[in-house]
């Protein structure tokens, strides 16, 4: 579970500023999937990006935000003129394997997002 | 009506005693997974199942497909089992999770 980096741990924004939120996967995993959990609601997806590809961001909103996974480096989750409703927890998680195969997704520790 | 219900929102217990926590859901599954989130926010994956029953340590797991439905049981309690447990989906169609809304557990010495 500690092999998803997640940073940063905290994040303050004002609202309007950017938000980059960094994501690196364990060690040969090549799938990461974005959730969020907005204060005192459930977890809920947002994409599901494998090297290079998004392969599922139904779950994404459809205006501000972005992500992508290159093939070197580390996912990234994007949120452009971030708003006090983006204010959430933002969890990483990566497995192996990805939809035609079962398999464990391990989360990241998450992003705490705080807009001001 | 939410895809993964779970049930129920909070329980406490005191130490020693077993938990059970339930988990319905109303989409076609490849997996349900049980998740840890512990007070400072963490996630640990605890489960991935998709028949029958798992055990790990205190901590089982089971699922019945026809009537879809999951249960997690602690047995012999402990305070640091003190946490949200969650279900989640992961759909037929993909890899997403579909979550329920959790459970707090509190258990208490």
């Known amino acids: 579970n500690a092999g998803v980096m997640q940073n940063p741990r905290h994040l303050v924004r004002r609202r309007g500023q950017e938000a980059r939120l960094r994501c690196s996967p364990m060690?040969?995993?090549?799938?990461v999937y974005w959730y969020r959990q907005l204060p005192e609601e459930g977890l809920k997806f947002m994409v599901y990006?494998?090297?290079?590809?998004?392969?599922?961001e139904s779950g994404m909103p459809k205006e501000r935000f972005s992500a992508e996974f290159p093939k070197e480096g580390p996912s990234i989750l994007r949120i452009q003129q971030v708003v006090r409703g983006d204010s959430a927890a933002y969890f990483c998680?990566?497995?192996?394997?990805?939809?035609?195969?079962?398999?464990?997704?391990?989360f990241g520790a998450g992003t705490r997002l705080s807009v001001l | 009506k939410n895809e993964v219900e779970q049930s129920p929102q909070n329980l406490t217990a005191q130490e020693g005693e077993f938990i059970t926590i339930n988990c319905s859901y109303s989409?076609?599954?490849?997996?349900l997974h049980w998740l840890q989130q512990h007070p400072g926010g963490g996630i640990v994956s605890l489960f991935m199942?998709?028949?029958g029953k798992k055990k790990h340590g205190r901590l089982i797991a089971t699922i019945n497909i026809q009537e879809k439905h999951s249960s997690l049981h602690i047995t012999a309690s402990h305070p640091r089992d003190s946490a949200v447990y969650i279900c989640?989906?992961?759909?037929?169609?993909?890899?997403?999770?579909?979550f329920g809304e959790g459970t707090q557990l509190t258990v208490n010495p």
């Open positions: 998680a990566s497995s192996l394997q990805g939809a035609l195969v079962k398999n464990i997704q391990y």
């Open positions: 060690k040969g995993h090549s799938h």
């Open positions: 990006l494998q090297k290079e590809n998004i392969i599922d």
């Open positions: 989409v076609g599954i490849s997996a």
């Open positions: 199942l998709s028949s």
């Open positions: 989640a989906a992961e759909e037929t169609s993909g890899s997403r999770l579909t």
